[in-house]
């Protein structure tokens, strides 16, 4: 038994976490937030390159051969520099899902591409009534001769703007099954939605007799909801190490400010109302480590308890996320409020990810409905 | 990473079960009977595991002693006894005692025949342990001791006690404090039990009217007591770190059956979206506090100390006791309040504080007392704030001059 990281996993996350720290300022983030497609291609050419891009991804489809614990790591470090673009969309949304379910043509087809960067994709896992069962599907998908024809609105899909493949769930004659869907094709308009965080972007997905080859289908017709199970299980660990990234950076720029910051003739980090406020937050970013790598670690290793573990990861993350990053805003005071300084940037990115994926009300439910479940047996 | 247990831990992990299994006495009845129990699990290597060899112990790795602890909550084990000597102690006379006081006190601690204590809060110093009052006075080959102490656990029982006292008035007051074995069987030592709010004694007030210490029973030096104090390392650290969780882990599927069986407006309260949010929500805390046991033990098992890490750790715990407790109470309404007479299906078959058999009531009144001893969850905050986050120091009164 052992929690801790290897020597290559802590060189993966400092790797990471430079060229961050040199790329991905928040002067790129701020201006990544004005720009029309939203992110920026020269980074997204240095990710490739680093292997980012091909991270979880076999070996022979131009991938690193690492695992969910190492993904985590980079996710955690995009969270902490807030870092704008389809990485989590495109790496964990797209490609696990076609590592998951593709066949060998499909990954072939995608997954070299998405690992080097010429290909970006995305999943759209979410309509109207935002329920994250995916039996609670509605769009639809007819045969028409050869092909499939799929109709339906999808809400909220990461950086489908700039997708070039989009995993996407609709109801077949056999039951729920998965396509792969090219945005850019008739009958599908994209029309952006624009939330609070300044560092992803979403959009409506609407289908309306959208045509796809027979060879898009993702699995068997109809068996779409374990895949779809699994690759949520993955996006919301995927999420909770983003927002485990946000939580962290919102807790260090506050302990770095009451260090600094005078009120009464002293350094406000003094006061127990302010240091034990810090040493919570503290406690909850802890936690919320240990909850993200024992579902990354559980999920890789096929553990048991992995989709329990994926559960309790997100209910606990979203909101001591929420908590940690509120209470750095109100540690640093008025500060704290103002468009100027940046600690707004961390606090949007974790909000935006608390309910995506299943929020901590979704998870709970889960938990307890996989108690009753095994207690009946 | 890899959180699997190693072939060796499982293999392990089974031999404890089995010896257990074979070896576990159903009832206690009385304090013969746990010393008795107590002195199985020495003999059969599974107390003082990670005592030095040479001092009885068995070198174990924290692993094993976590497993074995685990194994024990899992079985409903009855807990041994001499908690306090075995895991303060027993590891403060290896570090800083003389080797006669080693040949004299150790084994009988691992063995149950000479019961501990620890005389250190006193009614003016509790958090501020620093400011203990209680004086010991050189009269040549012996110290006279006068003085109170409070929430001196397992006081009624103890033969001896490792005692706090001022032997210096005027110097800062963490540099007049010394550390001592006192007999606890002696005219000027008077040990009343001290009743808790839950009914029960497991605490006293001790009273010290020129209690006699041999000087050859101080342990260090003369001023020494607050910096021993600080850095006695216990040899039992991470010790009840599975088995706490596995001790909420059971009573958490009590609460499940409970829930199943009690009714809200018609409808089982297991059935209630409301109960079900709040028991899924109790649930992840509990596994955040199994994940954060298991980054514990990879400390230990590497040989670091977790130092001001184990405040996160114990107040995480316990204030995640008292929220367990709170919704403990809630589902079972006024069963969970009573004392006796409770129908077989909404009793409470283990027991957090002291792995007997109890009642909800009492593990729920238990739960308060978790973030108060050991350091309140306030001053744990001061400590992570200071010591981990790096945050300035309050300034505080108490830090200049004499405690006089």
């Not at chain 1, 720290?21 to 939203?38: F, I, K, W």
Request: hydrophobic share 40%; glycine share 10%; net charge neutral.
């Amino acid at each position: 038994m052992n929690f801790s990281f290897t020597e290559d996993q802590i060189l993966l996350r400092n790797s990471v976490r430079a060229a961050l720290d040199e790329q991905c300022t928040s002067a790129h983030v701020r201006a990544m937030a004005e720009d029309a497609r939203g992110y920026s291609e020269a980074l997204w050419g240095e990710m490739a390159k680093l292997g980012w891009l091909g991270l979880p991804f076999a070996e022979e489809q131009g991938g690193a051969g690492l695992g969910l614990v190492e993904l985590a790591l980079v996710l955690e470090e995009m969270g902490r520099a807030a870092y704008p673009g389809p990485y989590f969309a495109s790496v964990v949304l797209g490609g696990l899902g076609i590592q998951l379910g593709g066949s060998r043509a499909q990954k072939e087809r995608w997954l070299p591409a998405i690992a080097s960067g010429q290909a970006r994709a995305s999943a759209a896992l979410l309509e109207d009534a935002l329920d994250w069962d995916p039996a609670s599907t509605t769009a639809t998908a007819v045969r028409a001769g050869d092909s499939w024809r799929l109709s339906g609105v999808k809400r909220f899909v990461p950086w489908a703007h700039v997708a070039d493949v989009v995993l996407v769930p609709a109801r077949a004659p056999e039951g729920l099954s998965l396509f792969l869907v090219d945005p850019r094709v008739a009958g599908v308009t994209i029309t952006p939605m624009v939330g609070i965080d300044l560092s992803n972007r979403w959009s409506e997905l609407r289908l309306a007799d959208a045509a796809v080859s027979a060879d898009a289908l993702v699995g068997s017709p109809g068996g779409a909801t374990g895949l779809l199970e699994s690759l949520l299980r993955r996006a919301a660990v995927g999420a909770s190490a983003d927002m485990l990234g946000a939580a962290r950076r919102c807790l260090d720029l506050s302990v770095g400010y009451v260090k600094v910051r005078e009120q009464f003739g002293q350094l406000i980090g003094s006061f127990q109302a302010i240091r034990h406020r810090c040493a919570e937050m503290l406690l909850e970013v802890e936690n919320s480590h240990s909850a993200v790598y024992y579902a990354a670690w559980a999920l890789a290793a096929g553990a048991e308890d992995g989709a329990m573990a994926a559960s309790v990861c997100k209910s606990y993350v979203s909101e001591s996320a929420r908590k940690v990053c509120g209470d750095g805003i109100q540690v640093h005071g008025g500060i704290g409020f103002t468009w100027e300084y940046d600690l707004h940037l961390y606090f949007k990115r974790a909000k935006a990810l608390e309910p995506l994926y299943g929020d901590a009300a979704h998870h709970r439910e889960q938990i307890v409905r996989g108690q009753v479940l095994h207690s009946d047996k | 990473m890899d959180l699997n247990y190693t072939t060796e831990d499982v293999a392990f992990r089974k031999r404890v079960r089995t010896w257990l299994e074979q070896n576990m006495p159903r009832h206690i009845r009385n304090l013969d009977e746990r010393k008795a129990w107590h002195r199985r699990l020495y003999e059969a290597g599974y107390l003082g595991m990670g005592w030095p060899k040479e001092y009885g112990g068995q070198g174990a790795r924290p692993m094993e002693q976590a497993i074995v602890a685990d194994e024990m909550a899992r079985a409903g084990a009855p807990a041994p006894t001499n908690s306090l000597g075995v895991g303060i102690v027993g590891p403060t006379i290896v570090v800083h005692g003389t080797d006669a006081q080693k040949r004299r006190y150790l084994r009988k601690i691992l063995t149950a025949e000479e019961m501990w204590c620890q005389l250190y809060s006193e009614p003016n110093a509790g958090s501020d342990l620093a400011a203990l009052r209680t004086a010991a006075e050189d009269k040549g080959d012996h110290f006279f001791v006068n003085g109170q102490k409070i929430w001196t656990s397992g006081g009624a029982v103890a033969d001896w006690g490792l005692l706090l006292a001022r032997t210096d008035p005027a110097v800062p007051k963490h540099k007049g404090i010394t550390c001592f074995l006192m007999n606890m069987h002696q005219p000027g030592v008077d040990v009343r039990p001290l009743k808790q709010i839950t009914g029960s004694s497991e605490f006293c007030e001790v009273f010290m009217t020129n209690a006699r210490v041999e000087k050859e029973n101080m342990i260090g030096r003369l001023g020494e007591g607050w910096a021993i104090a600080q850095t006695t390392l216990g040899y039992e650290r991470g010790g009840r770190a599975l088995a706490r969780i596995t001790t909420y882990a059971s009573q958490y599927k009590m609460l499940m059956e409970a829930a199943r069986r009690l009714k809200r407006n018609g409808r089982p309260i297991l059935d209630d979206a409301v109960t079900r949010q709040k028991l899924g929500r109790i649930w992840a805390d509990l596994e955040v506090e199994r994940y954060g046991a298991l980054r514990t033990l990879t400390m230990l098992e590497r040989g670091e100390h977790p130092g001001a890490g184990g405040s996160l750790t114990k107040l995480s715990y316990s204030e995640f006791e008292k929220r367990f407790m709170e919704l403990a109470e809630e589902i079972l309404g006024p069963y969970g309040q009573l004392t006796d007479g409770v129908p077989p299906e909404f009793r409470l078959e283990v027991d957090t504080a002291v792995g007997d058999h109890g009642t909800w009531a009492y593990a729920f009144l238990w739960s308060r007392a978790g973030t108060i001893y050991a350091g309140s969850s306030e001053i744990q905050k001061n400590v992570i704030g200071e010591r981990i986050l790096g945050l300035p120091k309050e300034s505080r009164a108490d830090r200049v001059g004499g405690l006089r």
